[in-house]
């Protein structure tokens, strides 16, 4: 006579169900985020918001429907990392606590800009290094299949890559004390971020790239010439690291003053000549520099 396994109650049967519901918790927090930015600005205002339009021609609905594909694998990636970090967490190997209490209000606010300012320079440095031509290949070519990127792109990678980029939450995990809560605020901010990122319009107003404190911060043009260009403009929601390493593209600003500076009219024409228009099949480079010669200030 078998006996019955309680698959739930083994600790791999444990991170199995816990990265089952948290697949399903980011693929809901994809939708809620990802969702409403697609409907309103490529359905609902798209007329009104074509002066903004950063790429004059749109992608075939084909590349949509990979960007959600290749997210889908990415948040299987995510859960189980996330269901392992959980288990580390409640093993007491990470530096999680869980009073607020404990470290107070000032340090919980301290600890989620430093998870996003440290995030900005991990993104940066592992972005540079996944463009590296022996590595770009496996890790990166995924992401820049969307030569014009929808926000559906914004978790668009190759399962390697998904690797990276869920490793933050293990750097912060075993570097800094943090409550769930922060991690969770972190989490939002980066998901809307990169929604906008890959925004395909560009919302901020005109002078953004220009004005003394606004320009540290990346815009939606910032990140649409990184899959337009490709050896540009490599950091996430900071432009500190593109400054301090030249690697912004010298039409950075030029490019976002041309977008954010377009009349109604003039885009209005440039719709009606484009209205049947779908995106050329554009050759997706397999290997890449791993420096850009591009300097802007
Ligand atoms: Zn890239
Ligand atoms: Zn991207």
């Known amino acids: 006579m078998t006996q019955a396994i309680d698959f739930g109650s083994t600790q791999l049967g444990t991170i199995l169900v816990t990265a089952a519901a948290l697949f399903a918790l980011l693929v809901g927090r994809y939708l809620l985020v990802v969702g409403p930015l697609y409907l309103a600005c490529w359905k609902l205002l798209r007329q009104r918001l074509q002066p903004r339009r950063i790429q004059r021609v749109l992608p075939p609905r084909r590349r949509l429907v990979g960007e959600f594909w290749w997210s889908m694998s990415t948040f299987v990636v995510f859960a189980l990392v996330g269901a392992s970090l959980l288990y580390c967490s409640q093993m007491g190997w990470t530096r999680m606590y869980g009073s607020i209490d404990e470290h107070g209000w000032g340090y919980w606010l301290l600890s989620a800009v430093l998870m996003i300012v440290g995030h900005d320079t991990y993104f940066y440095w592992t972005h540079r290094f996944m463009h590296l031509k022996p590595v770009f290949r496996y890790f990166h070519r995924v992401?820049?299949?969307?030569?014009?990127?929808?926000?559906?792109?914004?978790?668009?990678?190759?399962?390697?890559?998904?690797?990276?980029?869920?490793?933050?939450?293990?750097?912060?995990?075993?570097?800094?004390?943090?409550?769930?809560?922060?991690?969770?605020?972190?989490?939002?901010?980066?998901?809307?971020?990169?929604?906008?990122?890959h925004l395909?319009?560009?919302?901020?107003?005109?002078?953004?790239?220009?004005?003394?404190?606004?320009?540290?911060?990346?815009?939606?043009?910032?990140?649409?010439?990184?899959?337009?260009?490709?050896?540009?403009?490599?950091?996430?929601?900071?432009?500190?690291?593109?400054?301090?390493?030249?690697?912004?593209?010298?039409?950075?600003?030029?490019?976002?003053?041309?977008?954010?500076?377009?009349?109604?009219?003039?885009?209005?024409?440039?719709?009606?000549?484009?209205?049947?228009?779908?995106?050329?099949?554009?050759?997706?480079?397999?290997?890449?520099?791993?420096?850009?010669?591009?300097?802007?200030?």
Not at 209 to 221: D, G, I
Request: one cysteine or more.
């Open 143 to 197: 992401h820049h299949l969307s030569f014009n990127p929808s926000p559906w792109a914004a978790f668009s990678f190759h399962p390697l890559e998904a690797v990276v980029e869920a490793s933050i939450v293990y750097v912060i995990a075993f570097s800094i004390p943090f409550h769930p809560s922060a991690l969770f605020v972190f989490a939002m901010y980066m998901t809307v971020m990169n929604a906008l990122g």
């Open 200 to 297: 395909g319009y560009e919302l901020y107003p005109r002078g953004f790239t220009q004005h003394r404190l606004a320009k540290w911060f990346n815009t939606s043009v910032h990140h649409n010439m990184h899959h337009h260009l490709v050896h540009c403009n490599y950091s996430l929601y900071f432009n500190w690291w593109d400054r301090w390493m030249g690697t912004n593209h010298a039409t950075y600003h030029q490019t976002f003053d041309a977008v954010t500076g377009r009349s109604q009219a003039r885009a209005t024409r440039d719709l009606r000549a484009e209205q049947a228009a779908v995106a050329p099949e554009v050759p997706v480079p397999v290997e890449c520099a791993g420096s850009a010669p591009q300097t802007a200030m």
